[in-house]
Structures are given as structure tokens and as C-alpha cells.
């Protein structure tokens, strides 16, 4: 696996994919600054190196070149966050690229345009590939929140750099976090899988059986178990079609040794709602009238032991409807059973979808080992689907 360590930068021009799609408020302003600190060490290494720096990105999802998704609106940011001047070129590829790429020297930043101004981009366009290729010598691939896709930017340009192309700091570490869940944790390997619908985590589950030891199903998926296995649930979340995918799943876990552990107790409601009456109940014995929206304290303290003995943990999906303040008790639990299993010297990975949502809002963010940028290349990974843009750098 090539990394911008494998280079040196001196007197070459780095093309970067980054992914740079913050948000921004009503007044152009950029609200979060992660995905751009994520970037840094890649950027600064390569500056220190020598070298100079060509940032490729989109912004949102622009129909064709709206001024609203101009990436024009970060450069103040970016420079805050770099501490470095950024010069911008008004288009991402053509006349005015080039003269900006070659007049780029040692130590200087230049941001491209909105490379979804084009419609090249997202279609994996190869002469629109070809022509942000002219603007460097090395191309790095540092954005892991577009790898699982096969844009021109993130993988089809890569077969112009046969040999001169490698990940960031950032991917390096993303992949790096992956494979020690995936293939090289230390037993015991823990997942934990939370959120909405098991239809959605259906291609993680089955992939994952292979490779932990305990599997904790949280969330609004519990119910679909426990329905399926004879209990009574009320009107919890349940996806009745997949009752039988339930059973199957309780069969492969037994068949490959891996421990299934289910919620024992849940905070009920009478209503979707964080003003609704509550009690805490059996998981299969919700009557109607009622819905489980958090694990119960029996549950947690379940789940604590289990989060302590495990070496490895991954982490996706809340426990309850955390968006509310009064079903939000158990995903905050099991953040702070992973942080303490962490400082005792776990390896633990959050990630995909809403997880990281989540972590952030309860302050987690530092007390876990990791916690990956990528919502949707990351469930890709759990499904263990190889990405496109990290198998063109492997090529
Ligand atoms: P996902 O995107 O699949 O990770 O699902 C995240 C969503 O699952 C969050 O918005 C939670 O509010 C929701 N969720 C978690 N537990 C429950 C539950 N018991 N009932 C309904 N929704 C839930």
C-alpha cells in the first residue's frame, strides 16, 4: 500500500483529492472544518516536503456551475485551518487550471473549482480524468467519504499516474482502521450494530459473522429479532419480511460461534415522542400501545459486560432514538462503556451512517481510537465491498 510516505514531494506538484464537502450556512460560511483539518497532515507534509499542493473537491450537488456550491466560498476557511495562503482557479480543468497549476510554486496551495460543475465527474468521465490529470506529478488520494465511488477524481483519473500516485494520511488511516476490525483485531472482536432497520444492515451483518466474536444488535433492528423469535413487541419498529432473514442470521451466528446479544429490557413510550409517558419493560413484553425507544438498564449493564472483555470493537447505529433527550440514555451508555474499554487499551472503530453524528454530539470523538470520516464508504467496507477509488490506487 503506497502512502505519501513512500514519496518525496521536493519540487512536485501534488494533485489531492480531498473531500472538502462541508456544510455551509445561509451567509456562504463553513460550519464544520472537520473534513478540511482531516486533510492537514497530508497537506502539510507534502508542503514541508517541497512540494505544492493542487486540491481537487465537490460541494454538495450542484446542477452545472451554481454559484451557491462554489468552492470560492471555503478559501478563508481553508487558509484559517492550514495557515497557509490558497490561490483558486475558477475552473477545475482547461487553460486557466493550467497556467494556475504551472505557476504554482514550492509551498503553495492551489483549490480547484467544483469538480461536479462538470457532469464528467460523477459519470467517471476518462478525458475529463485525463485533463485534471495535466495539472501535477503525483496524484493523492486523500478522500475517503467519495472512495466508494467511481468518479473521475476519485478512481479513473489514478491510471494516469502509473507508479506516481499513492492514499493521504487520511485514507491510509481509514483503511488502516478497517483491516484491524476486518482482518488483523485482536480476539475478542466485537461489533455492534445499531439504527433504524435491519434491511439496511443486512449485507454488514452477514459479512461481519466471519470475523467477531460478539455481535450486540441494538436499536429499532432489536425488535424485528424478537418478533421473529415469539416475543411481543407492541407497535416497536419491525420489519415483518424480514423476520425469517432474523431467524437465519440467529442460526449462521450460532453455527460460526459468534454470540449474539440482544436488549433484555427497553425504555417504552406511549407515543414517538420525547414528551411521551415511559416505562422500562421486558423487550417481549411491550404490550400495545407501546414502543421500545432505548435499551433498559438491564441491557446496558449487559452490554457493558460484554463491551469490557472485547479487545476490537466496531461501532454502528445508536442504541435508541438518541435524537431525543430522554431515548438517548443507552447509546450514550455503550459510548462510554467503548471509551473506558478503549483507555484500557481496546481497539475501537466508529463509523457509517449516523454513528458518527452520534459520537460527536456526545463527546466521544477523543475517547475512541477511531472514528472514520466516510459514512457511506464505510458501510461499504463492513459489507466488505472493495472500494473503487482505493482499488485504483492498488492497481
Ligand atoms: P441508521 O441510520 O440505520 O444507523 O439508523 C439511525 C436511526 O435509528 C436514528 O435516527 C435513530 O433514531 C433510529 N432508532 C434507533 N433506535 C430506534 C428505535 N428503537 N425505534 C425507532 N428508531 C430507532
Known amino acids: 500500500m503506497k502512502t505519501i510516505n513512500d514519496f518525496d514531494f521536493n519540487n512536485k506538484k501534488a494533485l489531492i483529492r480531498v473531500d472538502f464537502n462541508v456544510p455551509l450556512n445561509d451567509q456562504f460560511q463553513v460550519t464544520d472544518a472537520t473534513r478540511i483539518l482531516s486533510a492537514k497532515p497530508t497537506i502539510i507534509k507534502i508542503l514541508e516536503d517541497g512540494g505544492s499542493c493542487i486540491l481537487m473537491s465537490h460541494l454538495g450537488r450542484p446542477k452545472g456551475a451554481q454559484d451557491e456550491f462554489s468552492l470560492r466560498h471555503i478559501i478563508s476557511k481553508v487558509e484559517d485551518v492550514l495557515g497557509v495562503e490558497v490561490k483558486f482557479a475558477e475552473n477545475c480543468i482547461g487553460a486557466s487550471a493550467e497556467e494556475a497549476a504551472n505557476n504554482l510554486n514550492p509551498g503553495e496551495i492551489l483549490l480547484l473549482e467544483n469538480l461536479r460543475f462538470h457532469d464528467e465527474e460523477k459519470s467517471g468521465d476518462k478525458g475529463f480524468a485525463e485533463a485534471l490529470s495535466k495539472l501535477g506529478h503525483i496524484y493523492v488520494n486523500d478522500a475517503f467519504g467519495t472512495a466508494h465511488r467511481a468518479h473521475a477524481s476519485t478512481t479513473i483519473i489514478a491510471q494516469f499516474f502509473p507508479n506516481k500516485k499513492c492514499f493521504g494520511n487520511l485514507l491510509a488511516k481509514e483503511i488502516e482502521s478497517i483491516d484491524k476490525v476486518m482482518k488483523t483485531g485482536e480476539k475478542p472482536v466485537l461489533a455492534v450494530l445499531g439504527g433504524a432497520k435491519v434491511s439496511s444492515k443486512i449485507t454488514i451483518i452477514e459479512n461481519i459473522l466471519d470475523k467477531v466474536d460478539h455481535l450486540i444488535i441494538g436499536g429499532g433492528m432489536t425488535f424485528t429479532f424478537v418478533k421473529a423469535q415469539g416475543g411481543s413487541i407492541g407497535d416497536s419498529i419491525c420489519e415483518d419480511d424480514k423476520m425469517d432473514l432474523a431467524l437465519d442470521i440467529i442460526k449462521k451466528a450460532k453455527a460460526k460461534n459468534v454470540q449474539i446479544h440482544l436488549p433484555v429490557d427497553v425504555i417504552a ?102 472514528v472514520s470520516t466516510g459514512g457511506g464508504a464505510m458501510l461499504e467496507s463492513l459489507e466488505g465491498k472493495t472500494l473503487p477509488g482505493i482499488a485504483a490506487i492498488l492497481e
Open 269 to 370: 413510550a406511549n407515543a414517538f415522542s420525547n414528551d411521551a409517558e415511559t416505562k422500562v419493560l421486558e423487550v417481549a413484553q411491550i404490550p400495545n400501545g407501546w414502543q421500545g425507544l432505548d435499551a433498559g438498564p438491564k441491557s446496558i449493564a449487559n452490554f457493558h459486560q460484554v463491551v469490557m472483555q472485547c479487545k476490537t470493537i466496531l461501532w454502528n447505529g445508536p442504541l435508541g432514538v438518541f435524537e431525543m433527550e430522554n431515548f438517548a440514555n443507552g447509546t450514550i451508555a455503550l459510548g462510554d462503556s467503548i471509551a473506558e474499554a478503549t483507555n484500557q487499551g481496546a481497539f475501537s472503530l466508529v463509523g457509517g451512517g449516523d454513528s458518527v453524528a452520534a459520537v460527536k454530539q456526545f463527546g466521544f470523538e477523543n475517547k475512541v481510537s477511531y
